[in-house]
C-alpha cells in the first residue's frame, strides 16, 4: 500500500460521519475476506511456532548425537487401523510409508474389514503385519458406532497404542489411516528420540473442544484452556521414557471411562474423543517442554481422504436439516467430509446459509443450494450468491417443473430421493457432472 493510500485511509478511519462509516465497513469486510490476508495473519500468527520448532529439531538433533550417538532411533514401529469404509485410504497410506526407504516396521490393526479386503492387504503388502483388534475384550461401547458412524468414540485407538509399546519396549507412532508423510518426517524420529512424545498442533483450543465435565473431572487448571489441541490423528510414544509411558497409560485408561470420552451432553462441535482427552491430559502432565507445533515441518498430512467430496453447510437450528444432516453422514460418510478445504463440492442445505461459509471458498468451489419452494428460488436470485450458484436441489415436484419450464436458462435443477440409496446416487452424479 503507497503512502498516498494510507494516508487516504487513515483520514477515513479518523472521520465519524455516516457514509465514512460504511465505507470503513466494506474496506475492513474485504480485508477480513480476503484470502490472501488471511493466509498472511496466519503465517504471522504460526511464524513463533515455525522459529521454535526448528530451535527445538536443531537442540533436539545435537542432543541425540551426544547422549544417544545417533541423530534418532531407527528401532519404531509404524501403527495404522482401518474398517472396511476405509480400506482404499488405508491402502493410500501404505504405498506411502512403503515408498519410504527409512520405516521398516508398519502394523495395520483391522477394526472391521472384510475377508476380501484381508487378503487383499496380505497379498499386496507381505511385509505388513496385520493384527485384528479384539473388541471383545474390550469395553462394550468402544464397539459401537453413533449416528454419525464413528466407531466407539476412537477409544480402541488408545488401547492399540498401549498394547504396541508393551510389544515392542519401544518408540510407536500412530497414523490415522487417512494421513500421509514425506520424507521430512525423519524430523520426527528426531524430536521423539530426544523428548520421548510427539504431537503436532491441531485446530482450536482445549476450551472450544473438551467438554466442561471432562476438564473439570480431570481437574484440569484453567491456565491450559486456551492451550491448542494436539492432534489426535498423529501421535508418538516411547516406552522407554517415563513419562510418555505414564501418559499413553493414562490415555488408554481415561479412554476406557465412557463418561470420559462422550460425555453425554457433548457433541462434535464442543468435544473430540481421543484427542480431548490427549491434549487435556498431555497439558496437566506438562512433562515434555516445548513440543514442535507445525505438521508443514514435519512433513505429515492429515485427513487425505479419498473421495470424500461433499460439504454439507448449514447454520440454523433447524431440526428438520439437522436430522437430514445426521442420516446423511450414517449412509456417506465415504464420499463426505466435514472439513471444508478438502472439499470438491459445497451443499448448502439452506439457501442464506452461504453468508457464515468462508468467502473464499464460495468463490472457489462448486455450489449446490437445495431450496424448497419457489420463494426460496427467487431469494436466491435476487441475492448476491446468485452469480456463484447455478445448480439447485429440491424434492419439491412442482417446483422443479416450474424451474425446467421457466425461462431461467443459465440454471440447473435436480430432483432428489428421500431414500438415501437413490440420493446418494444422484448426488454423485450431480458432482460428477459439475466438478469434472
Given at each position: 500500500m503507497?503512502?498516498?493510500y494510507?494516508?487516504?485511509y487513515?483520514?477515513l478511519i479518523?472521520n465519524?460521519?455516516p457514509i465514512?462509516?460504511?465505507i470503513?465497513?466494506?474496506?475492513?469486510n474485504?480485508i477480513k475476506?480476503s484470502?490472501?490476508?488471511?493466509?498472511?495473519?496466519?503465517f504471522?500468527s504460526?511464524?513463533?511456532?515455525y522459529?521454535?520448532?526448528?530451535f527445538t529439531l536443531?537442540y533436539c538433533g545435537?542432543?541425540?548425537l551426544?547422549?544417544?550417538k545417533t541423530l534418532?532411533?531407527?528401532?519404531?514401529?509404524?501403527?495404522t487401523?482401518?474398517?472396511?469404509?476405509?480400506?482404499?485410504?488405508?491402502k493410500?497410506?501404505?504405498?506411502?510409508?512403503i515408498?519410504?526407504?527409512?520405516i521398516?516396521?508398519?502394523?495395520?490393526y483391522?477394526?472391521g474389514?472384510?475377508?476380501?479386503?484381508?487378503?487383499?492387504?496380505?497379498?499386496?503388502?507381505?511385509?505388513v503385519v496385520?493384527t485384528?483388534?479384539d473388541?471383545s475384550?474390550?469395553?462394550?461401547?468402544i464397539?459401537?458406532?453413533?449416528?454419525h458412524?464413528?466407531l466407539?468414540?476412537y477409544?480402541?485407538?488408545?488401547n492399540i497404542?498401549w498394547?504396541?509399546?508393551k510389544?515392542?519396549?519401544?518408540?510407536v507412532i500412530?497414523l490415522?489411516?487417512a494421513?500421509l508423510i514425506n520424507?521430512?518426517?525423519?524430523f520426527?524420529?528426531i524430536?521423539?528420540t530426544?523428548k520421548?512424545f510427539f504431537?503436532p498442533?491441531?485446530?482450536?483450543r482445549?476450551?472450544?473442544?473438551?467438554?466442561i465435565s471432562t476438564i473439570?473431572t480431570?481437574?484440569l487448571p484453567?491456565?491450559?484452556?486456551?492451550k491448542?489441541?494436539?492432534t489426535?490423528?498423529?501421535?508418538g510414544?516411547?516406552?522407554?521414557n517415563?513419562?510418555?509411558?505414564?501418559?499413553?497409560?493414562?490415555?488408554?485408561d481415561?479412554?476406557?471411562?465412557?463418561?470420559l470420552i462422550?460425555p453425554?451432553e457433548s457433541?462434535?462441535f464442543?468435544?473430540?474423543?481421543?484427542?480431548?482427552?490427549?491434549?487435556v491430559?498431555?497439558?496437566?502432565l506438562?512433562?515434555?517442554g516445548y513440543?514442535?507445533?507445525i505438521?508443514k515441518v514435519?512433513g505429515?498430512?492429515?485427513n487425505?481422504n479419498?473421495?470424500?467430496?461433499?460439504?454439507?453447510?448449514?447454520h440454523e437450528?433447524?431440526?428438520?436439516?439437522?436430522?437430514?444432516y445426521d442420516?446423511?453422514?450414517?449412509y456417506n460418510?465415504l464420499?463426505?467430509?466435514?472439513?471444508i478445504?478438502?472439499a470438491k463440492?459445497l451443499w448448502?442445505l439452506?439457501?442464506?446459509?452461504?453468508?457464515?461459509?468462508?468467502?473464499?471458498?464460495?468463490?472457489s468451489?462448486?455450489?449446490?443450494c437445495?431450496?424448497?419452494s419457489?420463494e426460496?428460488l427467487v431469494?436466491?436470485l435476487?441475492?448476491?450468491?446468485s452469480?456463484?450458484?447455478k445448480?439447485f436441489?429440491?424434492?419439491?415436484?412442482?417446483?422443479?417443473?416450474e424451474?425446467?419450464?421457466s425461462?431461467?436458462t443459465?440454471?440447473?435443477i435436480?430432483?432428489?430421493e428421500?431414500?438415501f440409496?437413490?440420493?446418494t446416487k444422484?448426488?454423485?452424479?450431480i458432482k460428477?457432472?459439475?466438478v469434472?
Amino acid at each position: 500500500m503507497s503512502f498516498n493510500y494510507l494516508y487516504f485511509y487513515i483520514v477515513l478511519i479518523s472521520n465519524k460521519s455516516p457514509i465514512v462509516k460504511i465505507i470503513n465497513y466494506m474496506i475492513l469486510n474485504k480485508i477480513k475476506n480476503s484470502q490472501k490476508v488471511n493466509f498472511l495473519l496466519n503465517f504471522i500468527s504460526d511464524l513463533p511456532f515455525y522459529i521454535a520448532d526448528y530451535f527445538t529439531l536443531f537442540y533436539c538433533g545435537i542432543y541425540n548425537l551426544i547422549v544417544h550417538k545417533t541423530l534418532y532411533d531407527k528401532n519404531f514401529t509404524i501403527v495404522t487401523g482401518s474398517d472396511s469404509f476405509f480400506f482404499n485410504t488405508l491402502k493410500q497410506l501404505l504405498d506411502n510409508l512403503i515408498g519410504l526407504n527409512f520405516i521398516n516396521k508398519i502394523y495395520v490393526y483391522d477394526l472391521g474389514m472384510s475377508v476380501d479386503q484381508i487378503t487383499e492387504l496380505s497379498k499386496e503388502y507381505k511385509s505388513v503385519v496385520i493384527t485384528k483388534f479384539d473388541f471383545s475384550s474390550n469395553k462394550e461401547f468402544i464397539s459401537k458406532r453413533d449416528t454419525h458412524g464413528t466407531l466407539g468414540a476412537y477409544a480402541w485407538k488408545p488401547n492399540i497404542i498401549w498394547q504396541e509399546l508393551k510389544r515392542s519396549k519401544g518408540k510407536v507412532i500412530w497414523l490415522d489411516s487417512a494421513n500421509l508423510i514425506n520424507k521430512n518426517f525423519i524430523f520426527v524420529l528426531i524430536v521423539l528420540t530426544c523428548k520421548g512424545f510427539f504431537s503436532p498442533m491441531s485446530a482450536k483450543r482445549v476450551k472450544d473442544l473438551t467438554h466442561i465435565s471432562t476438564i473439570k473431572t480431570l481437574e484440569l487448571p484453567d491456565k491450559f484452556l486456551n492451550k491448542r489441541n494436539l492432534t489426535g490423528g498423529f501421535v508418538g510414544f516411547d516406552w522407554q521414557n517415563d513419562k510418555s509411558r505414564e501418559l499413553a497409560s493414562l490415555w488408554r485408561d481415561k479412554s476406557n471411562v465412557e463418561e470420559l470420552i462422550i460425555p453425554k451432553e457433548s457433541d462434535k462441535f464442543n468435544h473430540r474423543w481421543d484427542q480431548s482427552l490427549l491434549t487435556v491430559l498431555n497439558y496437566k502432565l506438562n512433562s515434555f517442554g516445548y513440543i514442535p507445533k507445525i505438521k508443514k515441518v514435519f512433513g505429515i498430512k492429515v485427513n487425505q481422504n479419498q473421495n470424500q467430496d461433499f460439504f454439507l453447510f448449514y447454520h440454523e437450528n433447524d431440526k428438520k436439516i439437522l436430522q437430514f444432516y445426521d442420516e446423511w453422514f450414517k449412509y456417506n460418510k465415504l464420499v463426505s467430509t466435514k472439513t471444508i478445504k478438502y472439499a470438491k463440492l459445497l451443499w448448502l442445505l439452506k439457501w442464506d446459509s452461504y453468508e457464515k461459509v468462508p468467502s473464499k471458498y464460495v468463490k472457489s468451489l462448486p455450489i449446490v443450494c437445495n431450496i424448497e419452494s419457489s420463494e426460496e428460488l427467487v431469494k436466491v436470485l435476487n441475492s448476491k450468491i446468485s452469480k456463484f450458484i447455478k445448480h439447485f436441489t429440491t424434492n419439491n415436484i412442482d417446483l422443479f417443473y416450474e424451474v425446467i419450464d421457466s425461462e431461467i436458462t443459465d440454471t440447473d435443477i435436480y430432483l432428489i430421493e428421500k431414500d438415501f440409496d437413490k440420493l446418494t446416487k444422484s448426488m454423485i452424479e450431480i458432482k460428477n457432472r459439475i466438478v469434472y
